[in-house]
């Protein structure tokens, strides 16, 4: 979950300076805003998810190329992301730094974020909420009671 709300104001952004009138497709058939939305961040997700400074140059040129009929929402990716925080939201910068797979800011996050899929609505009653609870913590239990195993198991084996 990388930079979450720095997706969210491209999404914003884009909804806002990506207004289509009148904008046909190959095909003549006339282009919905929900999909210029799509488009730009499966874009914008390319750009984030470069592996190499190569790829990354790439898929900033292909983001242009998209764009270059919104020159407002262009202009404010470039000098307010792909400028100043680059090396903190794409892949190829921010994988040289040892972060053992949590790219959250917040410690809670990753923690929050797991519970959301244990729990089936955010209109459940409690007595539903306690037993999705309980059944995330019993899975985290038993995860560490095997990795515990494991590395016994491993070990062993490793030093014989």
Same mark, same amino acid.
């Given at each position: 979950?990388?930079?979450?709300?720095?997706?969210?104001?491209?999404?914003?952004?884009?909804?806002?300076?990506?207004?289509?009138?009148?904008?046909?497709?190959?095909?003549?058939?006339?282009?919905?805003?929900?999909?210029?939305?799509?488009?730009?961040?499966?874009?914008?997700?390319?750009?984030?998810?470069?592996?190499?400074?190569?790829?990354?140059?790439?898929?900033? *040129?292909?983001? =242009?190329? !998209? /764009?270059?009929?919104?020159? &407002?929402? @262009?202009?404010?990716?470039? +000098?307010?992301?792909?400028?100043?925080?680059?090396?903190?939201?794409?892949?190829?910068?921010?994988?040289?730094?040892?972060?053992?797979?949590?790219?959250?800011? *917040?410690?809670? =996050?990753? !923690? /929050?974020?797991?519970?959301? &899929?244990? @729990?089936?609505?955010?209109? +459940?009653?409690?007595?539903?909420?306690?037993?999705?609870?309980?059944?995330?913590?019993?899975?985290?239990?038993?995860?560490?009671?095997?990795?515990?195993?494991?590395?016994?198991?491993?070990?062993? /084996?490793?030093?014989?």
């Amino acid at each position: 979950m990388r930079e979450y709300h720095i997706e969210r104001n491209v999404r914003a952004k884009c909804k806002t300076d990506c207004k289509v009138k009148d904008l046909k497709g190959k095909d003549e058939k006339e282009i919905k805003p929900s999909e210029v939305v799509k488009t730009a961040m499966r874009v914008w997700e390319d750009i984030v998810d470069s592996d190499t400074k190569q790829a990354y140059t790439d898929n900033c *040129n292909w983001f =242009k190329v !998209v /764009h270059e009929k919104f020159p &407002k929402f @262009l202009e404010y990716v470039e +000098s307010t992301i792909l400028g100043p925080v680059k090396e903190k939201v794409v892949k190829f910068w921010f994988n040289k730094v040892m972060h053992m797979k949590n790219t959250a800011t *917040n410690r809670a =996050k990753p !923690v /929050h974020n797991r519970l959301k &899929k244990y @729990l089936t609505s955010s209109m +459940s009653d409690l007595s539903i909420n306690w037993k999705s609870i309980q059944s995330m913590l019993e899975s985290q239990h038993t995860q560490i009671h095997a990795s515990f195993y494991m590395s016994i198991i491993m070990l062993g /084996h490793r030093f014989k």
